[in-house]
């Protein structure tokens, strides 16, 4: 919980109204962002990201497993947050299962999409190696390691340089088995395929302040908000998915100016976040 005196308060709306951050930023720009990508070797796939002084770490492990029978055509994928205790005093105990909770949902509701798959930032169908029998299972690990605000944006920004990092063994069905049978597989631990992420989108938080909204947030920031919205937006410029906290409502016409907004600045950020992971892959490479 960051404590400001009411001068402190006043100094951050009202730099904020003038699109003057207390760090020098205007309303829509980030602190730097950077990437490194195979953090964690014994992981499919892996990254850490730095936002500021925000520091997360996402890994995929990649597992065989059988399609619901609700969604035979599609693998299934599961994302866990925990919030490291030395990240933040505040993450011990409760506080940091109540976060990771939180965060772990947030991020289904922006990558997943709804529970059919529709708007699905993540494309499951690609993770199906036998329709109905055999599939990829994806478990999506995220670690705050440390907390200076924007969380989410930086997880979610982690787990697309993951998967952009992660390699998932090429599979060869043994042909022959009965259509009521469960196929035997061969796995490759020499030929690995590139999980595509072309689709993957990046969250935008646009936390509102007074009567504007801003991206990024520090934590003092964030603690003079009424409201913020997440909005996962892909390369395309389409809307993934949205998720709202904070107590205060918010007219339908601001929600649309948001929307609109997260899709001009994730343009900025997603080609910024390309440009990073590709960097990192080739210095990975070397």
Known sequence: ???????????????IAQD????????????????????????????????????????????????????????????????????????????GEELSA????????????A???????????????VEGKICWDLYIDGLVVSSDGNLLDALGAAIKAALSNTGIPSVKVTAGAASDEQPEVDISDEEFLQ???????????LTKVGREYIVDATPEEESQMSSAISISVNKKGHICGITKRGGAGLDPSVILDMVSVAQYVSGKLMNKLDSEIASAEAEDES
Not at 102 to 113: I, Q, R
């Open 195 to 205: 999980f595509d992420t072309s689709g993957v989108p990046v969250i935008i938080t």
């Open 20 to 95: 003057l951050r207390c760090d020098g930023r205007k309303r829509l720009t980030y602190r730097p962002i950077h990437v490194e990508t195979g953090v964690i070797p014994q992981a499919n796939g892996s990254a850490r990201i730095r936002i500021g002084a925000t520091e997360v770490i996402a890994s995929v492990k990649a597992e065989l497993g059988k399609p619901s029978l609700s969604q035979p055509d599609k693998g299934k994928v599961f994302i866990y947050i925990d919030c490291s205790s030395t990240a933040e005093p505040a993450f011990e105990g409760r506080g």
């Open 1 to 15: 919980m960051v404590g400001l005196s009411l001068g402190e308060q006043h100094f951050i709306q009202g730099g």
């Open 102 to 113: 939180e965060l772990s949902t947030a991020l289904h509701c922006c990558l997943l999409g």
């Open 115 to 129: 529970k059919s798959g529709a708007g699905a930032g993540i494309d499951r169908t690609s993770l199906v190696v």
